[in-house]
């Protein structure tokens, strides 16, 4: 025993089951959305230059303000909707920075 259905009865159990709405959890919200980054103010930036001066006076200048910047606006790895602290953004910069050639 077959039986047919016609395009339209197809088309309306498609539409149904993706009305369903019991994957609707798994799907992120656009507001709760995190794009990764974070605005890094001018100020913030010239407070991580100045401490990689300080320790590096002769390299400090071999980091871009683009790099900088990417590594001061990444989310804190402990609670991403949270922005890394000041400290720990320095800290992961003077360390990259002490595997510079002297």
Known sequence: MTTDITKEEAQKAIS???DDDEFKDA???EDEEIDG???V???ELSII???LACEFPEDYSYLSDSYI???ASKPYSKDPSVRRPLEV???Y???LASYWPN
Do not use: H, K, Y
Request: include cysteine; charged fraction near 35%; hydrophobic fraction near 40%.
């Open 16 to 18: 149904e089951e993706a």
């Open 27 to 29: 799907v992120e919200e």
């Open 37 to 39: 980054c974070f605005p």
């Open 41 to 43: 103010s001018p100020e």
């Open 49 to 51: 230059r100045a401490e």
């Open 69 to 71: 910047l990417s590594v």
């Open 89 to 91: 953004r320095i800290s």
């Open 93 to 95: 910069l003077v360390s």
